[in-house]
């Protein structure tokens, strides 16, 4: 009996086995082939809704299924509108006869004008939907649409997206750009005084040698209402970052009696803030601590460094620290008017009652803040030889 109920088991199990290994490769019944692999999209306002272009995987099934190469682009464009992002999203189908597959999206660009009036609308479609992925990286396409972003041309062999993707991972790890993605901006929304930022990409257009450059310049920044209030530029991106303890790594260019330029490569840096109310007013100390290597000074005279000569180039590398986050701060302060430090987020949790007193002008009360920076830097490396 043991023995006949065993062998009905074992059937039973083989059976299924055959069964879902003659099924092929499927997502809630649909087959790869079928699927539509959104690697980027780009959103945009059009006259009765939304305009989205999506930069998908070309997945060809006569080709997929016979193994054979083919001489098409890797990835093909396609465009459609609708009323809503997620209408226009749906009607992608039409373009392309596919699903759309959401969980291998890479890259979410929005065109500057889509954005004036607000950013966390336009994401709402995104926070919603349980195929798109939480990671994926966000940016602003600055002075242009998000269409002609992801429609860039850079060779039947590349995948825009992904060049974008590389391009926010590797700023956001050198110094260059925030790192801004969905998940990450909703949390910022839970902030009851940050402001949001996204950093924006622009294309260059070198008309002489033909060829096209995706290149990130700065950060947007939106008020808490959600509007877009402004830029910062490369060198204040930089402060903000400093301030804001995300700056992994960089160069930072100190120029020393008019001519000599030590390039500094920084390793690593550690931020520390203390916020308090006193007097009336808000008050912010910061401290910036940062380890460096000398990657090279450029000068026509040999360069020996001297135990003085390494003090002075310590002396200048802290003064253009604190001169980098003062221009992020004066554009906070005077400019944006906006919180970029989640200064009002560290006095809420060091001090709440002095919190609630500013709560409620807590943009005048940024804006009239003392805010106070300093700057330690060692450096390791002159050259060959480490100084410990």
């Known amino acids: 009996m043991k023995k006949r109920l065993f062998h009905k088991g074992a059937v039973f199990s083989l059976c299924l086995i055959m069964l879902f290994s003659m099924t092929g490769c499927q997502i809630l019944g649909t087959e790869m082939v079928d699927l539509l692999i959104i690697q980027g999209i780009g959103i945009d306002k059009s006259k009765n809704g939304y305009k989205v272009t999506v930069e998908a995987i070309n997945n060809p099934k006569n080709s997929f299924l016979s193994g054979n190469s083919t001489s098409e682009s890797v990835a093909k464009i396609y465009v459609s509108y609708g009323v809503s992002i997620a209408e226009a999203l749906d009607n992608v189908v039409r373009v392309s006869g596919k699903k759309p597959l959401y969980s291998h999206n ?80 909703v949390n910022s ?26 290149t990130l310049h700065g950060t947007a920044v939106f008020s808490k209402k959600n509007d877009l209030i402004g830029y910062l530029s490369e060198t204040e991106t930089l402060g903000a970052m400093l301030l804001n303890d995300q700056m992994k790594k960089g160069i930072i260019n100190i120029n020393m009696d008019g001519e000599r330029i030590v390039v500094l490569r920084i390793e690593s840096t550690k931020t520390k803030t203390k916020v308090y109310y006193e007097n009336g007013r808000v008050h912010a100390e910061i401290n910036i601590s940062m380890l460096c290597n000398i990657k090279e000074i450029n000068s026509t005279k040999i360069n020996n460094i001297s135990e003085e000569v390494l003090k002075q180039i310590k002396k200048l590398a802290g003064e253009r620290i604190i001169s980098i986050s003062a221009s992020a701060i004066n554009a906070a302060r005077n400019e944006l008017r906006a919180d970029i430090f989640s200064l009002g987020r560290r006095l809420w949790i060091t001090d709440s009652a002095a919190f609630g007193l500013v709560k409620d002008n807590w943009t005048d009360a940024f804006c009239n803040s003392d ?11 002159t050259g060959e030889e480490a100084i410990f």
Do not use: C, H, W
């Open 106 to 185: 890479r890259i979410l660009i929005i065109g500057q004008e889509t954005v004036k009036d607000g950013i966390t609308s336009i994401l709402d479609f995104f926070i919603r939907e349980y195929n798109a992925k939480s990671a994926v990286y966000i940016a602003i396409a600055k002075n242009m649409t998000a269409e002609k972003i992801i429609s860039t041309d850079m060779g039947k062999d590349i995948i825009v997206s992904q060049v974008l993707e590389s391009v926010l991972k590797d700023s956001n790890e050198n110094g260059k750009a925030f790192r801004m993605r969905l998940f990450e901006l």
């Open 371 to 381: 805010i106070e920076v300093t700057a330690k830097v060692t450096i390791k490396r």
């Open 189 to 214: 929304t839970l902030d009851q005084t940050k402001a949001l930022y996204i950093p924006y990409v622009v294309l260059d257009e070198d008309e002489k040698e033909e060829e096209n450059a995706l």
